[in-house]
């Protein structure tokens, strides 16, 4: 189980409704009234690294929203080894929504990579908000599309080198969920492993290539806080946008 579970009402009267606007580019379709609502019915939760945030038996039952860590998305193949990343998700995003609309049963689960806070909102009520604010459905409908593009970008790029698939992840991650320093941007020290699931290479291949960006300064890892920064992803950029061309 989850560490604390709490009405969101109860322990974080504080978080005005303006601030999840602004987190959650989801929620920030919403009408005022609706989001006070959601806001009103949430649930938080809060798991620290390493533990099961949704088993595969659990989708469908509610929507999830990161309010800060990271999670990875991972699918089981008939075997316990044979598990692989699909996703990574940060602050910001959702996920549990496709379930919510599909009953048809899930071989994932969702795994906190890092310490990490949740909302949920049950099932019934999310669906019951889409069917009542039509700027909500409307929005969600928009970032399921975009995530349809992302994985077609993926599809795309299988015939690139494994270097550029891996910078491709980085800069997606970075441009999505990293905070801004006055250097860079900084993500989660994401394992090796993770990153070459979603970058579809293969562990070593991504170790070898983060050792390689860490050597010309374009990854700087600091272990003690769990990040690892990306001192210029203009560099990133330009790169991807030569091997497109």
């Not at 006055?182 to 979603?198: Q, R, T």
Request: proline share 3%.
């Amino acid at each position: 189980m989850d560490t604390s579970s709490h009405t969101l009402s109860r322990i974080a009267a504080s978080m005005q409704t303006e601030v999840i606007s602004e987190l959650f580019p989801l929620l920030a379709a919403a009408n005022p009234d609706t989001l006070d609502w959601l806001m009103s019915v949430a649930i938080e939760h809060e798991y620290p690294a390493g533990r099961a945030v949704l088993m595969e038996d659990a989708w469908g039952n509610a929507v999830y929203f990161v309010t800060s860590g990271w999670v990875k998305v991972r699918r089981h193949s008939g075997n316990a080894e044979d598990v692989a990343t699909l996703a990574i998700l940060g602050k910001g995003d959702f996920f549990g929504e496709m379930a919510v609309l599909d009953e048809s049963p899930r071989s994932t689960d969702v795994i906190a990579l890092s310490s990490v806070k949740l909302l949920s909102i049950a099932a019934a009520r999310f669906v019951q908000t889409l069917f009542k604010d039509p700027q909500l459905h409307h929005r969600m409908l928009q970032l399921m599309v975009r995530r349809l593009r992302q994985t077609n970008l993926r599809f795309q790029l299988r015939d690139q080198v494994p270097a550029i698939k891996l910078v491709h992840t980085l800069v997606a991650l970075a441009e999505s969920y990293g905070d801004k320093v006055s250097d860079g941007v900084e993500i989660f020290n994401i394992p090796a492993k993770d990153l070459a699931d979603i970058s579809d290479i293969s562990a070593d291949e991504a170790t070898k290539i983060l050792s390689k960006l860490g050597e010309k300064g374009w990854v700087v890892m600091n272990h003690d806080r769990h990040v690892m920064k990306l001192p210029n992803l203009q560099q990133m950029h330009q790169l991807l946008n030569r091997s497109a061309s």
